[in-house]
């Protein structure tokens, strides 16, 4: 790959990204479509403006919120994938009960927390951490379950136990997979934060948006959703960056 053909990839997101925004922009503007209904990307971009001090705020404490339960969903997650990854019978015994778990709308558990640990920060914390740690717990246990049988003959020919295969193997083996829920984990992570604030906050994007939707001011609504797409987008590349240099070898014949 060329150097014109590296430069085309870096651009290309900006320039759809500038595409998206003028084709938001001329859409409103030429079906005059009210304010209160669907602002402008202009009349966004003026609101970010005027509350830039509430919106940083707010985006200060869903952000701290947000990595508050990631990283108690990475800390499960990878203990229990381990945990169900490294045993045929637990990972058959347990996977429909997580599946079924998986299934219930996180929602459904905000107002339980709310009635455990009051209205702040912890709901949303707890809220980041049930929805985030299902695709590490996946991830992980699909990386060790799937370890090639006769490649764990040959190490216990060669006289590995199940737990050297496991540590020396097995993880190695799901660190594409473990990397690769990261980056799922952590946008899901904001959806349970912002749910939460909407709910059982009073501070936060989710209790910004919620307060001024009950106003109607709509571009300040789309600013706190731009505000969290651009935290997501972020948080999400720096771990594509850190499965780069931490997994090359497993994307060593790929362009």
Request: a positive charge; aromatic letters at 10%.
């Amino acid at each position: 790959m060329n150097n014109k053909d590296k430069l085309r990839e870096r651009l290309a997101p900006w320039v759809a990204v500038m595409a998206l925004v003028a084709i938001w922009e001329v859409s409103v503007r030429l079906l005059q479509v009210p304010e209160f209904i669907f602002p402008s990307a202009s009349a966004t971009a003026q609101a970010l403006v005027t509350f830039a001090g509430p919106i940083g705020m707010h985006s200060w404490q869903t952000l701290w919120t947000t990595l508050a339960g990631f990283a108690l969903g990475v800390a499960v997650g990878l203990a229990l994938g381990f945990v169900v990854g490294s045993s045929r019978f637990l990972y058959h015994a347990c996977y429909p009960l997580l599946v079924g778990f998986n299934a219930i709308p996180k929602v459904a558990f905000v107002p339980i927390l709310v009635v455990w640990f009051g209205i702040g920060s912890v709901p949303a914390i707890l809220t980041a951490f049930l929805i985030c740690f299902f695709p590490i717990v996946v991830n992980v246990a699909t990386g060790l379950a799937t370890l090639e049988p006769e490649m764990e003959d040959v190490l216990r020919v060669l006289g590995a136990r199940r737990m050297d295969v496991l540590l020396k193997v097995g993880l190695p083996r799901s660190l594409p997979y473990f990397f690769a829920s990261l980056k799922i984990a952590i946008t899901l992570a904001f959806v349970g934060t912002v749910v939460s604030e909407t709910v059982a906050s009073n501070q936060g994007i989710g209790y910004l948006m919620m307060s001024a939707g009950s106003q109607m001011r709509m571009a300040l609504v789309f600013a706190g959703l731009i505000v969290i797409s651009a935290m997501a987008m972020v948080m999400y590349e720096l771990f594509a960056i850190l499965e780069k240099r931490m997994t090359g070898w497993a994307h060593r014949g790929q362009r």
